[in-house]
């Protein structure tokens, strides 16, 4: 199943085979008593079986395949670790550490991130049973998720962390707290191509998860767009085990990326700046820069993060606004016009760009 689930688009459209039209130009679907413009948290509206509980209903089925896949995992694993000698003392370690990221497990980082990962086929596959066609409406407005702006964000968001890391490492250096750089682990590379392998994919299930299926939730029933940006915050908050402060610096991470998703009309910038702040930590973690462990902080740590994030979503709206990337999917509706009461019809791109 791809991810990129197609969208019906009106003939003479910019997606359409052999349109005359130019990207980024306007077009109208013909006959359409009305155009409604579709904001990302309500795109569940733009699915052809729409109703008011399926998305709660792709939710629980979500979770049913979500824990299928997990036996279908562990359950092997399980029983292989009672016949081979030093897995069963490993499995021990699994269950009893807080500690996942163990340069002298690598293997840790795999048990922490692959059950993330693994929400991916289940929300997609759940969605694509329960709602029908569509699926590509998780990834943006324009059904597919946008590479080209995925890339750009990326190299954005990894320009303002690399300078946000800078300043708080070089602070530290000033206030007398300067740590220096350990490459001297045998497992370091190891450590390093798990990150830079699986992190990217943990973020994107996260997002996926919490920006995407919470959001359109959210949306299905609430049209302002501020109830599924807040309400599905406490939910992410309760998923990372931190003090106050940590807490405080992952809520305002969640609202951060939740506003961005809207903003800019898909997952993109969130999932860029997900994986930024993920992989420079467990990387600067394995140099043993930071403490990739670290559940605690402080007030200047929350007001540092918290600048880098608003610094990273204002320049990334701009930036899309001035690359006319889609904000909105436009769909012409029935005579009504009522969105949400009548199934819609064709679906077009706010405004199309090369990404």
């Known amino acids: 199943m791809s991810w990129n689930e197609d969208v019906t688009v009106a003939p003479g ?4 085979p052999g349109s005359p039209e130019a990207p980024g130009s306007t077009v109208t679907l013909p006959d359409a008593p009305d155009v409604d413009q ?3 948290h309500r795109l569940a509206h733009l699915r052809p079986r729409y109703r008011w509980w399926r998305m709660l209903l ?8 979500y824990v299928a896949i997990l036996v279908i995992v562990i359950v092997p694993l399980a029983i292989v670790s009672m016949f081979v000698p030093g ?13 996942f990221f163990d340069l002298d497990r690598p293997w840790l980082l795999v048990a922490l991130v692959l059950p993330l990962i693994l929400m991916i086929p289940a929300l997609l596959l759940a969605s694509r049973m329960v709602e029908g066609r569509g699926v590509g409406l998780l990834s943006s407005v324009t059904g597919r998720l946008r590479m080209g702006w995925l890339g ?26 300067a740590v220096v750089a350990d490459f001297s682990h045998p497992r370091l590379w190891t450590m390093v191509l798990l990150v830079l392998l699986l992190i990217p994919f943990q973020a994107a299930a996260e997002e996926y998860v919490f920006r995407g299926y919470l959001m359109q939730l959210v949306g299905s029933w609430l049209r302002h767009p501020a ?11 309760l998923g990372h085990g931190y003090d106050i402060w940590g807490a405080a610096s992952v809520g305002m991470f969640a609202i951060v990326a939740a506003w961005l998703t809207w903003r800019t009309g898909g997952l993109e910038a969130a999932i860029s700046l997900h994986i930024v702040n993920n992989v420079l930590i467990f990387l600067l973690g394995s140099v043993t820069l930071v403490d990739a ?19 990273y979503a204002l320049l990334a709206d701009r930036w899309a606004a001035r690359l006319g990337i889609a ?15 009548h199934r819609l019809g064709g679906v077009l791109h706010g405004r199309t760009t090369g990404a």
């Open 13 to 16: 459209s910019p997606e359409a």
């Open 38 to 40: 579709v904001a990302y």
């Open 58 to 65: 792709t939710g629980l089925v979500g979770i049913t395949l």
């Open 87 to 99: 897995w069963g003392v490993e499995s021990q370690t699994l269950l009893t550490t807080s500690q």
């Open 152 to 177: 750009k964000s990326l190299l954005l968001a990894l320009a303002v962390f690399a300078v946000y890391f800078a300043v708080v490492l070089g602070w530290s250096a000033l206030s007398g707290d």
């Open 227 to 237: 109830f599924a940006i807040l309400l599905p915050v406490p939910l992410f908050v």
């Open 293 to 311: 462990n670290a559940t605690s902080g402080t007030a200047v740590d929350l007001l540092a993060s918290a600048l880098a994030m608003v610094v």
């Open 327 to 341: 904000r909105t999917a436009r769909a012409a509706s029935a005579p009504a016009g009522v969105l949400g009461t």
